[in-house]
Structures are given as C-alpha cells and as structure tokens.
DNA sequence: AAATCGGGGCA
DNA sequence: TGCCCAGATTT
C-alpha cells in the first residue's frame, strides 16, 4: 500500500466514524463563526465537560460579538471566573472589539486577518477558518499531534514548536477537498475519545487496521514528549482583616495589578517569604505582613493565629497560604486606597476571585454567620 | 527555545 | 503524585 493510499483510508474512514458518533457539543449546534471562536478560546488547554456550562452561560450574557464588545470588562472577566488563563477573555474581548470596529461585527474569513486578531495563534485561526467557514487549513493541538504520531509513527518531539508546524502540513494534506469542518473536528474527536493519551482504546478505533505505531507495538509510547519542569513551591502569609464598626462582619481585600499572574482578580493581601521555614515561622509572617501593608498606607495588626492554610497549584508555582487573623487599626484611611476594599457577604459575588480566595472567603462568610 | 499563564480530571 | 487538556504570548 502506497502513502496515498494509507492516507486517503485514515480520512475516509475517520470521517464515517466521525459522522456516527460525534458528541452533541452546544458550539456544534451551528456554525456562527462568533460561536465557533468563543469556544475555540474556552477550549484552549481546557476539557470540553470543562466548558460547556461556561460556554453556554457566555453566549446567554453575551449572544453576539457587539454584546461583548460593548460588555465590561468585569463582566466578561466574572463570566471567566474559575476557568482560568484570564489573558484568554481580555484579549478575546480586545479582539471582539476589533472586529465589530474593523468588519462590521463579521468574523473575518481570510487568514492573515483572522490571525492577527488577539489570543488567536495558529491553532485558533485554523480551527476558526476550518469549522467555520470549512477552509482547508490544518487545525493542529495536542490531540492532532497524538493521533497522527501515533498514526504515521512520527517520533518528533511535540513539545517543540517545529514539530507542530510539520505536523500542520501532514494534517494539510489529509483534509479531504471540501470536508475541511468535519475532518478536523473527526481528528481532535477522535483524540478526545478513543486515541486517548495513557491507554488509548485501540479496538474502538476506525484506523485501527493501517496505524503504524499501533503495527509496531508503540502506541503506547508515542508520542514523544519531553517532560515538564516540576511547578516551583512558594510560601506566603496572608492576612484575613476582619473590619469592625461600620465595616463589621466584612474583610480587607484588594486588587491585584493589571498584568501578570491572576490580573486584576481579587485576593486577600498576602506577601512572600524565603521558604517552607519561614513559613512555620508566624511571628515573623506577623511583622512582615503588618510591614507591607504599612507601605501601601494600610495600618492592620495582625496576629499569630492560623484561621487556615490553602495550597493553589499554578502550571509553574505552587503557592502554600498561610492565613493569620488581623483587624485594621484606621479603617476609615482604609478605605481611600483605590486597590483595597472591605468586602461583606453581599457584594462578594460582585467581585472576581481565583477560586483559592473564593474558597477561603465562601467558608469565611459562612462561619461568620453563625 | 524557554518561561509565563489556571484549574481540574484521572489512573 | 504525575500528566494532560481543542495554546498563545512574552522573554
């Protein structure tokens, strides 16, 4: 059997398969080019079951490009909550606006505009062009890089940029001409569902007969990956204020920074020490957080008593929380900086938390009310 | 090329 | 625990 043929039998029957069994996904439901974009960003190292809730919740608030372009960026973030990599929503947003400005509130269909938008690389802009407008351009993410190493037996490493680019043109040829939308989606389903990355199910699948690196006994193996650096332990000491008068039953908070880790989310004031000895150090973890916050003009006394500790695990850090008890010795001074916030049990909602935050002052909220 | 950027699901 | 997920952007 020539390459020709094996090739023309993986997307004949991969599509057959594909056209039986694809799942009923709320962005399959159409092929709104908005719609397909918006889930393309949601999906972007997340899982479909992930996205679903947030996607349809997404498209009740925001059910065309001018509602969110017009939307504020609260908002948008508020509806972003818990599915992290918060740069995905301002720069989808940033995008939005870019196209109700530039096209008219038109997705646009040719390459060079669709890539230049914001938050969309080369898998995006494939996937958009593709499922949308059923252009023959390759949509390659980690699924098509599995399915086909494994396919054709490739032992390029998929963790280097250049090994997605010859996998784009490899997954270039095997569109059929003009099944573009389905065969992409077949590839990254069939990933999804069967190829999958441990213990692939083999017996299931619709290529089964002709894959390489199943013949040679390696699906198992493949593919090749180089591992990932281990996420690098820190270790902070937060501070839960706990407001009195008129501020009674809320908590000091404050606003993050506009760029880097979890932008301008809300937290509790924290700060950094050297390490896991520092940590179990909390007359040190005392001082020096009465210290920073002194230097953002905040006067707090905190004390040495644990309320609770939290992990938050990052790709790259992984934060240990210490959280010590502390009441605000001038909360009318308080007040004035722009970044902090006392923050009651009713206007919690309104603020946009990373879920470690979220978790500490849900059960904070609800202790206090008994 | 390497680092940054969330959070969760699963063996 | 380790690995991965419909990746993009910055350094």
């Not at 390459?111 to 494939?126: F, I």
């Not at 004031?269 to 520092?278: C, K, Q, R, S």
């Not at 009651?344 to 002052?361: D, T, Y």
Request: a neutral charge; charged letters at 25%; proline letters at 5%.
């Amino acid at each position: 059997m020539s390459m020709e043929e094996n090739k023309q039998y993986f997307s004949t029957q991969l599509l057959r398969w594909y056209r039986k069994e694809r799942r009923d996904l709320p962005w399959r439901r159409s092929r709104n080019p908005y719609h397909i974009w918006v889930s393309e960003i949601m999906l972007q190292q997340t899982r479909v079951d992930t996205v679903i809730p947030y996607f349809n919740r997404f498209m009740d608030r925001f059910p065309t490009p001018q509602h969110l372009a017009e939307a504020p960026e609260e908002d948008v973030l508020k509806h972003w909550e818990g599915l992290g990599y918060y740069s995905r929503a301002r720069n989808l947003q940033a995008a939005v606006r870019e196209v109700v400005e530039q096209y008219g509130g038109v997705v646009p269909s040719n390459k060079k505009a669709v890539s230049s938008l914001k938050g969309v690389g080369p898998y995006t802009a494939g996937a958009i062009l593709s499922i949308a407008y059923n252009q023959s351009e390759p949509a390659v993410d980690g699924n098509v890089m599995r399915v086909l190493s494994r396919y054709f037996c490739l032992e390029e490493d998929i963790a280097k940029p250049a090994t997605r680019i010859g996998i784009e043109s490899i997954a270039q040829e095997l569109i059929p001409d003009g099944e573009a939308a389905d065969f992409n989606q077949a590839l990254m389903e069939l990933g999804a569902m069967v190829c999958t990355p441990k213990s692939p199910s083999c017996l299931e699948c619709p290529v089964t007969q002709l894959c390489l690196g199943r013949l040679e006994g390696r699906e198992r193996e493949l593919p090749v990956k180089t591992k990932a650096k281990k996420p690098k332990p820190v270790f902070r000491f937060a501070a839960l204020i706990e407001g009195s008068g008129q501020h009674a039953g809320k908590v000091l908070v404050r606003q993050r920074p506009d760029t880097g880790l979890l932008a301008r989310m809300w937290e509790l004031p924290h700060i950094e020490v050297l390490d896991a000895a520092a940590w179990d150090m909390l007359a040190l973890g005392k001082q020096e957080i009465e210290a920073a916050l002194s230097e953002d003009g905040v006067k707090v006394k905190a004390t040495e008593h644990v309320v609770g500790d939290a992990q938050h695990i990052f790709t790259h850090l992984i934060w240990n929380i210490r959280v010590l008890a502390a009441v605000a010795l001038d909360e009318e001074y308080v007040t004035d900086r722009t970044s902090y916030k006392w923050v009651g049990a009713e206007e919690f909602e309104s603020f946009v938390w990373p879920n470690v935050f979220r978790k500490l002052l849900t059960e904070y909220f609800i202790q206090s009310r008994n």
